[in-house]
């Protein structure tokens, strides 16, 4: 069981992305998925998740508007998106598979992370 | 919103108990899960359901919860624990919260 997520990527304001996060070893459309916010140097803030069976989605009020979370269920992969970054988005994105199915439950699977860097 | 804090830092000698509290409103009626992060790496679920450890995580680490306080001890410190621990909860509006995180420091 894993996730594995795309790599580094650098961009300017006002520029869109789309980050991945490929989920194998399990079923997938049987586990809630959620992004995860780390700016340098500080803590983990949770940002939305998404059950990939129907593709239902919440956000933190936070993120809500900001970003998009979207899964496409045929290649097994969860999607974070921006349609316009911010220097303020520069950060550590981790996507992480909710324990036992559960909408609301701990996270126990993690990926390695993406770095978004965004400057002019 | 929701919040849950936790002390900043917390230090240990090795082979002692090490107790990181995350506080939060009526967080007892909820379920508390922790993460402990080292550099460079991605979080690692530790406790789940307040108190459940999954596979392979070691037994020194334990979970309680009740009233607005949740609690990771670590039993027995040692220096590979030194990292940052997060606790994380769901709020009553459906949406994940993380504790403001804590650094622990095996002297």
């Known amino acids: 069981v894993q996730l594995v997520q795309s790599g580094a990527e650098v961009k300017k304001p006002g520029e869109s992305l789309r980050i991945s996060c490929k989920g194998s070893?399990?079923?997938?459309?049987?586990?809630?998925m959620s992004w995860v916010r780390q700016m340098p140097g500080r803590g983990l803030e949770w940002m939305g998740r998404i059950d990939p069976s129907d593709s239902y989605t919440n956000y933190s009020p936070s993120f809500q508007g900001h970003v998009t979370i979207s899964t496409d269920k045929s290649i097994t992969t969860a999607y974070l998106q921006w349609n316009s970054l911010r220097a303020s988005d520069t950060a550590m994105y981790y996507c992480?598979?909710?324990?036992?199915?559960?909408?609301?439950?701990?996270?126990?699977?993690w990926g390695q992370g993406t770095m978004v860097t965004v400057s002019s | 919103s929701y919040d849950l804090t936790q002390p900043p830092s917390v230090s240990v000698s090795p082979g002692q108990t090490a107790t990181i509290r995350c506080s939060g409103d009526?967080?007892?009626?909820?379920?508390a899960s922790w993460y402990q992060q080292k550099p460079g790496q991605s979080p690692v679920l530790l406790i789940y359901?307040?108190?459940e450890r999954p596979s392979g995580i070691p037994e020194r680490f334990s979970g309680s919860n009740s009233g607005n306080t949740a609690t990771l001890t670590i039993s027995g410190t040692q220096a590979m624990d030194e990292a940052d621990y997060y606790c994380q909860a769901w709020d009553s509006s459906t949406a994940g919260v993380f504790g403001t995180g804590t650094k622990v420091t095996v002297l």
């Open positions: 070893g399990y079923t997938f459309t049987n586990y809630w």
């Open positions: 992480a598979r909710h324990y036992d199915g559960a909408s609301e439950e701990a996270f126990d699977i």
């Open positions: 359901q307040d108190r």
């Open positions: 009526e967080l007892g009626n909820k379920f």
